[in-house]
């Protein structure tokens, strides 16, 4: 079974800084990693999708990059709506996993 | 416009059935996967299974098979996730979510089922 961690478990950052979230699995996943913006009270958002694929809708300040085992979300000047839990996902093996979650807070 | 839409908020007691439903419009329902994934309260997101419609072939993750149900009435483009005998850790947010296949991510996601169990 895949397991995926993520660093850190809370960030509190600052409008305009920069954000940079690390998802590691536990054995190669090749490009099969996406990420997902959840809101309190909202349902997730995908916002990344093969690592580092667009989102239709979704601000060009987020990117992603990584490959095999490591992954990182990066959010490029932060903006007060950004403030949420971004979750890694893994679609590599037959049974899917979540990423513990990064909680974004605004300073 | 594309969406998923689930039914309302559960309080039920220990040992009691429950099936909730997510409902699909918008879209060929029987050409995407319908996801569970469940969300205990304050904790993250957690994939118990997904279904495709076309021919019901299902795949749950080790930590819920048995546990819960999942099934789809493809003529009025719903899925469900069932449970026989609740228990107070079944309490949680479920969320349902659309993806084109096994490998894909989830692209649209339902508003989500809250079910408390509760004696």
């Known amino acids: 079974e895949i397991v995926l961690t993520q660093s850190p478990d809370f960030q509190s950052v600052t409008p305009k800084e920069k954000v940079t979230i690390t998802c590691r699995a536990s054995?190669?996943?090749?490009?099969?990693l996406h990420w997902y913006q959840q809101k309190p009270d909202q349902s997730p958002k995908l916002l990344i999708k093969?690592?580092?694929q667009s989102i239709s809708g979704v601000p060009s300040r987020f990117s992603g990059s990584g490959s095999g085992t490591d992954f990182n979300l990066t959010i490029n000047s932060l903006e007060v709506e950004d403030a949420a839990t971004y979750y890694c996902?893994?679609?590599?093996?037959?049974?899917?996993?979540f990423g513990p979650g990064t909680k974004v807070d605004i300073k | 416009e594309v969406q998923l839409v689930q039914s309302g908020a559960e309080v039920k007691k220990p040992g009691e059935s429950l099936k909730i439903s997510c409902k699909g419009s918008?879209?060929?329902?029987?050409?995407?996967?319908i996801g569970w994934v469940r969300q205990m309260p304050g904790k993250g997101l957690e994939w118990m299974g997904i279904?495709?419609?076309?021919?019901?072939?299902?795949r749950y993750s080790p930590s819920f098979q048995g546990q819960v149900t999942i099934s789809v009435d493809k003529s009025i483009s719903t899925a469900y996730l069932q449970w026989s005998s609740l228990k107070a850790s079944d309490t949680a947010m479920y969320f349902c979510?659309?993806?084109?296949?096994?490998?894909?991510?989830?692209?649209?996601w339902g508003q989500g089922t809250m079910v408390t169990v509760s004696s």
């Open positions: 979510a659309r993806t084109v296949s096994p490998l894909y991510p989830f692209d649209i």
């Open positions: 918008g879209y060929s329902f029987t050409s995407y996967w």
């Open positions: 279904i495709y419609p076309g021919d019901s072939d299902t």
């Open positions: 054995q190669n996943i090749g490009s099969s």
């Open positions: 093969y690592v580092s």
């Open positions: 996902h893994q679609s590599s093996s037959l049974h899917h996993a």
